[in-house]
């Protein structure tokens, strides 16, 4: 025989995994206790503008498995989280996502996700597929073939990070993307009715990474100085 609770209410912040705080609640439809083993169905969670919905299980009180459907969870809130510039744009996150591991062992995580890209209400166009599968015993991060569409730029990548990736990126403005990688909107580099692309690999693990390929631009500028073209080789090391 176990214990059951339904209807049950939550709400608290995740501060623990991320450096800021990370605000959730929601509902749990039933939960079931056998012994070491919990069940937890009909998940529902408020997160970053957004709803979590679906599954969880804790065997043994350690190893653990998560499985659901994310909606409309804000990108401005997502990259807010680790970047203090915004988005000039914003897109809304739709998808299924699924996670094992143990609370236990070190290095037993994998979790996966398969997500959609839309614009979000009042943005600039938007759109993109994003297909990944990370597991914490290889470092390994499997990207897929995804592709993102911004309102001045473009990128396409596939294979995986910890092995070998492949990365093409076109922008007509650097701002597009400057807030995504973290950087500051005060580049020195701008685009002045002009281009740039970036074709190459990315090889190493998540602490390691390494960038080799070749970059080319035209109409940049810097400090006030205008270029007309300017190409080169790229390598770069985390």
Do not use: M
């Not at 492949?166 to 950087?183: K, M, S």
């Amino acid at each position: 025989k176990g214990v059951k609770l339904r209807g049950a209410r939550l709400a608290g912040d995740v501060n623990q995994l991320l450096p800021h705080s990370l605000a959730i609640e929601g509902t749990i439809g039933e939960a079931t206790l056998t012994g070491s083993d919990l069940e937890v169905h009909a998940l529902a969670l408020a997160v970053l503008g957004g709803t979590f919905r679906g599954e969880a299980r804790l065997r043994d009180f350690e190893r653990f498995q998560v499985k659901g459907e994310i909606a409309n969870v804000v990108a401005r809130r997502v990259v807010a989280l680790e970047s203090a510039e915004p988005l000039p744009w914003d897109a809304l996150v739709s998808g299924q996502l699924t996670g094992e591991g143990s609370f236990a062992h070190n290095g037993g995580l994998r979790a996966s996700g398969e997500l959609g890209i839309a614009p979000a209400p009042g943005s600039a166009p938007v759109d993109g597929h994003l297909t990944a599968t990370y597991d914490s015993s290889t470092g390994i991060v499997d990207l897929g073939q995804s592709a993102l569409r911004l309102p001045s730029s473009r990128a396409e990548i596939s294979g995986a990070i910890g092995r070998r990736l492949q990365v093409h990126l076109e922008t007509r403005d650097f701002h597009d993307i400057l807030p995504v990688l973290g950087a500051s909107a005060s580049l020195p580099l701008k685009l002045e009715n002009g281009s740039a692309a970036f074709d190459g690999v990315v090889t190493g693990r998540l602490d390691d990474l390494h960038l080799q390929g070749h970059a080319a631009a035209t109409h940049l500028s810097y400090q006030g100085k205008v270029a007309d073209s300017l190409a080169a080789d790229v390598t770069a090391s985390s």
